[in-house]
Structures are given as structure tokens and as C-alpha cells.
């Protein structure tokens, strides 16, 4: 019997590499206990009162949640000081980022651009819905060249990403530069939307100065992104969201899964909005462990990023096993972080900021693995 033939878009795809699970690395090395480093989640772990609503509405999951989540639309409407109008509630952003995506370009004639490396799920998407991808290599030092972004932008391109603080690097682009962007994409390609991805940018250290959202600004050309995964500590809940023009919310509400956003994940959204004693413990656990872990990697000899984000990418220092054997190494100790291969950088590992004992074993591991030496490196 032949097999059923599938879109050469998708035989020629690369799924998207999450980091490793806590289990699989348990029962891998039989540890008792595995710190998880690797995924940029809430190093304090779900919000208290995010976890009573849970509970207490757990009898109510046999219910439909309400069509469009207007709560949560509402109260993230009055957090930003928009039109909840504008807000589109989504299974994590991912969802909305597909559904712009399949909503504005057309297959086979349009096409999307963003940097490389960037979040994969940008042109992961665009090759699923049979869109070109055009990428733009970030500059040595990560940061953007956005002059030769706008230069891959035709009369073609629906959808440009740009995403602040970045994934894998944490750069932060200054604000000044994403509106000189926003502005020259509509003279260039009036039919384009830019969007903002700010999945981390409640992390920068001053977030009204970096943020064009925060700071209220928002051309009507724009979209912007957060997410509930990281800050709020619901990643596993998967509630992320959209702030789009006006006109455009309408269509992402029209064309995304009725009840994609389950009854009790939108609890959890609404709660966690109210735990301001969680979110600023968060903020103050990541700024304070940031600092951290680039003052102690950089102790070890490491290249160490700057980073706006809640985690660090780094690079082993010269003579120590590289990036692929302290990854393997760190997993037989029971800690995970993420080596950044997948980015088309596997001399660079990334890792995210923990609490206060994770980041101490973690720099301890690190001690013992920057103090071995390859034999072209071996000490006299």
C-alpha cells in the first residue's frame, strides 16, 4: 500500500526543538532530582493566587469558557492602556503569530522576513503555511542591522518579526531604532505589518524607556506580543496574547479555534494579573540572578552576553571542553540548560536564570567543568 503524500513544505520542515523535560533526563541518568535551566520559565514557578483559582474552578472545566475571553481581554486592555478591542487571547502567542501569518500572506506569493538566529517559530509557521522566509544574518556581535532587514522587503511582504529583548542573545534593540523601523516599513510597504515580539521585555531593566508598547507607542502598522509563560509563571497553561490594530484584531478572532484558550487557563491568566506581590518578586529574582550568573560565568573565563531577558548566552572559554561536551555534562548532574545548535550556533549554550540555590549549583557545575582542559589546552 502507498503512503499518502504530504506537502513538500512540511517533508522538508524542522520541527521546532523544545528544551529537554525534567523527566526524560531523570530517568536517563536515574537522578532523584533535576534543575530545569533550559527553557526561560519563572524561576519562582506558578503564581500563588493563580494556583488557588486553579483549584477553585477546577469543578467548572466540564464548561465552554466564554467565546473571545472578554475578562481577560479587558483587564490586559486596562494593564496597557488600550482598546481591549485591540487584544487577541491566544494558546500561547505562538497561535497568534501562526494565525497572522496564515490571515495575511498568501501562498506561493508572499513572503515574511526576520533575522537569523531568531525565534524558529516565526519561520518555522511561515514554511508550514507555504510562505518564502527571508532572513536577515544578525551582526557579529547580535545585534540588528535593521537598514539591510528593510532592504529583503518588497511590495510582497506581509509580515516583518522583529523580536525585543532577543532570543537566543537577550539584545535589546534601543526603542528609537524599532520606531525608525515601523516608520520606514510603511513608506516602503504600506501592505506590511510589523511585528513586535516583547515576550521578554518586562525583563529589561528600565521596560517604559526600551518598549514602544510600554511607552505607548504604537504605529498603526504594528503588533505587539506577550505572553503570560514567562513573568506570570503559567508557560505549561499556555496563555499568550496580541495588542494589533484595530481592524486586524477582528480578523485574528474571526479565523482562530473557537475555546483555544481552556476555562482554566484563563483563570489562571486573570489571577495571575492580580498577584502583583508574585510579579515583583519574579522581577526582582531575574535582575538579581542575572547579574549573578554573568558576574560569576564571567569569573569562569566564559563569553558572556548581555542579556534584557531572563536568560544568558554564553560560550566557553578557550581551552575548556566546548559547548556540546558541558552540556552533556551538566545533564549527568542533573542540570539542564540549552545548547543552541538548533540556532545554527553550537559553540554557544543559553541559559535560563533560576532561583537563588538553582543559579549556585549551577555555577558550581560550571567551576568543575571550566576547570578540566582538552588536551590542546592542557595546562604546563
Not at 195 to 221: C, H, Q, R, W
Not at 234 to 248: S, T, W
Request: net charge neutral.
Amino acid at each position: 500500500m502507498s503512503e499518502i503524500s504530504v506537502r513538500q513544505e512540511i517533508t522538508a520542515l524542522k520541527a521546532y526543538v523544545p528544551g529537554l523535560s525534567i523527566a526524560e533526563i531523570q530517568e536517563k541518568y536515574n537522578l532523584p532530582q533535576v534543575i530545569k535551566m533550559a527553557s526561560n520559565e519563572n524561576p519562582l514557578g506558578m503564581p500563588p493566587l493563580a494556583q488557588e483559582a486553579v483549584v477553585r474552578h477546577a469543578s467548572g472545566a466540564f464548561r465552554y469558557p466564554q467565546g473571545g475571553n472578554p475578562r481577560v481581554a479587558r483587564a490586559l486592555g486596562k494593564r496597557h492602556g488600550v482598546d481591549e478591542r485591540r487584544l487577541v487571547i491566544g494558546n500561547g502567542s505562538d497561535e497568534i503569530i501562526d494565525l497572522l501569518i496564515r490571515i495575511l500572506a498568501i501562498p506561493g506569493t508572499h513572503n515574511i522576513v526576520c533575522f537569523n538566529p531568531c525565534f524558529s517559530i516565526y519561520p518555522i509557521q511561515g514554511r508550514i503555511c507555504g510562505v518564502e522566509i527571508r532572513r536577515q544574518p544578525l551582526e557579529k556581535d547580535f545585534s540588528f542591522n535593521f537598514a539591510a532587514l528593510l532592504d529583503l522587503v518588497d511590495e510582497n511582504t506581509r509580515i516583518v518579526f522583529v523580536t525585543t529583548p532577543d532570543n537566543p542573545s537577550g539584545y535589546c534593540p534601543p526603542r528609537e531604532q524599532v520606531i525608525g523601523l515601523a516608520h520606514d516599513l510603511a513608506r516602503k510597504a504600506p501592505d506590511c505589518l510589523l511585528v513586535v515580539d516583547e515576550a521578554y521585555m518586562d525583563f529589561a531593566d528600565d521596560e517604559k524607556a526600551t518598549s514602544m508598547l510600554a511607552g505607548g507607542i504604537m504605529p498603526s502598522n504594528t503588533a505587539f506580543m506577550r505572553t503570560f509563560s514567562k513573568s506570570f509563571g503559567l508557560a505549561g497553561m499556555r496563555v499568550g496574547y496580541g495588542i494589533l490594530p484595530d481592524h486586524l484584531a477582528d480578523f485574528v478572532w474571526r479565523a482562530r479555534l473557537p475555546f483555544s484558550v481552556n476555562i482554566l487557563a484563563e483563570e489562571a491568566a486573570l489571577a495571575a494579573l492580580n498577584d502583583k506581590a508574585f510579579y515583583d518578586a519574579t522581577q526582582e529574582a531575574v535582575r538579581s540572578g542575572r547579574k549573578q550568573l554573568y558576574t560569576g560565568l564571567t569569573a569562569l573565563g566564559c563569553k558572556v552576553w548581555p542579556s534584557q531577558a531572563n536568560f544568558l548566552m554564553f560560550g566557553m572559554p578557550e581551552g575548556a571542553p566546548s559547548a556540546a561536551e558541558c552540556f552533556e555534562t551538566l545533564l549527568a548532574r542533573g542540570i539542564i540548560i540549552r545548547p543552541l545548535k538548533s540556532y545554527g550556533l553550537p559553540d554557544l549554550l543559553r541559559v535560563s536564570i533560576g532561583n537563588q540555590q538553582e543559579n549556585l549549583a549551577f555555577l558550581a557545575a560550571m567551576a568543575d567543568v571550566t576547570a578540566r582542559r582538552t588536551p590542546e589546552g592542557a595546562k604546563a
